[in-house]
């Protein structure tokens, strides 16, 4: 018995369990296969090679990208955030030009960009959300301007689970000539994903959150862009030629791969991709409404309970956040952790929104389509439990 079959396991958007499938992919690598890859000459090596770059050409299937050379395997979400503020935003952007961002962003999709902004001069701009949680389109309209080079938002909340449609923005973006970077996280294992059909110039996501392991994410930008970006990581590999005082680079995606990759990481990512899609979307997601539909009825029922962002349960992608009356996050985590249902408690990476809903913390519910309404009813039982204790 694992420790998930003692629990509800209700943190998905943290990180999500891994199949079988999965991991025994990353254990034959581990076991029958662990040689270095790009490198040996040797049949083994060449078939480890194969492997890795075939998840790389099932990336591109994935999310719909024109060329698997637009797919960069980096160690999250977080680091391909990274890459695109310090590889693009520090040599694309000047004094004047302008970053924008929402106040619901995850800090990997914040704090990068104000770095970025303090080294070039640029300023950072946010956007508010409405009172069910949405971007307020009218305000992101006014902020757009010929100054603005850069729009980055996050697909779906990792707080709220509010979903945002890209394309209108990306036209909008395109307009003032920004590009638009999307924050795919908290996404990737709810709904399908389609790069072109979006418009976006660059996405990011991470393999943990969708059934994969952790320490791999990935990177989509456009051909042209990649090919103006600069390494912001340097080593073997990414190199083209080498002298004691030069080096030129490989083409992307290459030049933003140094050293040693995740191998075990990518062939995982692989097998999650395969899972995801055996179970299929559509399947996926009446699943995850049936639960937050469940979740959302039973919280309404309880009085002291406040839920953040929608009342619509249509608006939570997987995602419901909530106190209980005065009673702190963490007191009401630790006692449904007592009773055998695991949650998140806190600001979840995401201070301003913390702000902006004017609380320090919240509980957040995450599930996924492995999760069953008996584990809901569990929770609910939980927070009744919370409310008799702490007299709320």
């Known amino acids: 018995m694992t420790k998930y079959d003692q629990l509800a396991y209700l943190d998905n958007a943290a990180t999500t369990?891994?199949?079988?499938?999965?991991?025994?992919v990353i254990d034959n690598y581990y076991q029958t296969q662990k040689v270095n890859v790009h490198r040996g000459m040797y049949r083994l090596a060449n078939e480890v090679t194969q492997q890795y770059e075939h998840v790389r050409q099932q990336v591109a299937q994935f999310i719909n990208a024109p060329n698997a050379s637009d797919i960069v395997f980096t160690s999250?979400?977080?680091?391909?955030?990274?890459?695109?503020a310090f590889g693009y935003g520090t040599t694309h952007l000047h004094a004047d030009d302008?970053?924008?961002?929402?106040?619901?962003?995850?800090?990997a999709n914040l704090v990068p960009w104000q770095q970025v902004a303090a080294m070039t001069g640029s300023k950072l701009r946010v956007v508010d959300i409405t009172p069910d949680g949405q971007i307020d389109m009218v305000a992101l309209q006014k902020l757009l301007n010929k100054h603005t080079k850069i729009v980055s938002l996050?697909?779906?909340?990792?707080?709220?689970?509010?979903?945002?449609?890209?394309?209108p923005i990306a036209e909008a973006a395109h307009?003032?000539?920004?590009?638009?970077?999307?924050?795919?996280?908290q996404a990737v294992a709810q709904m399908a994903i389609d790069v072109q059909a979006m418009g976006t110039d660059f996405l990011a996501f991470s393999g943990h959150k969708m059934f994969g392991p952790t320490g791999i994410g990935v990177l989509y930008g456009r051909t042209d862009l990649l090919a103006d970006m600069t390494p912001t990581r340097f080593g073997g590999e990414m190199i083209d030629q080498v002298t004691q005082q030069t080096a030129t680079f490989q083409p992307a995606p290459l030049k933003f791969e140094a050293g040693t990759p995740n191998i075990a990481g990518v062939l995982g990512l692989g097998a999650a991709i395969d899972y995801i899609l055996q179970i299929g979307y559509p399947k996926i997601s009446q699943i995850d409404h049936e639960l937050v539909d469940y979740l959302m009825k039973g919280l309404s029922q309880i009085t002291a309970v406040t839920i953040y962002g929608s009342?619509?349960?249509t608006a939570h992608r997987a995602v419901v956040s909530f106190n209980v009356g005065k009673v702190h996050a963490h007191d009401?985590?630790?006692?449904l952790d007592a009773?055998?249902?695991?949650?998140?408690?806190?600001?979840?990476?995401?201070?301003?929104?913390?702000?902006?809903?004017?609380?320090?913390?919240?509980v957040r519910v995450s599930v996924s389509f492995e999760n069953k309404l008996s584990e809901i009813d569990q929770l609910l039982t939980g927070i009744q439990q919370v409310k008799e204790l702490l007299h709320e």
Do not use: W
């Not at 009401?332 to 006692?335: D, L, Q, R």
């Open 98 to 107: 302008e970053i924008i961002i929402s106040v619901m962003e995850h800090h």
């Open 76 to 84: 999250g979400a977080t680091d391909a955030l990274n890459l695109v």
């Open 154 to 167: 996050t697909l779906v909340s990792n707080v709220l689970g509010t979903y945002t449609d890209m394309k």
């Open 339 to 362: 009773a055998g249902v695991a949650v998140r408690a806190g600001h979840h990476c995401a201070e301003p929104l913390m702000t902006f809903l004017g609380t320090e913390s919240v």
């Open 175 to 185: 307009k003032v000539g920004a590009v638009l970077m999307v924050d795919a996280a």
């Open 311 to 313: 009342p619509l349960a």
């Open 332 to 335: 009401v985590a630790t006692i």
């Open 17 to 24: 369990p891994m199949p079988d499938s999965v991991l025994q």
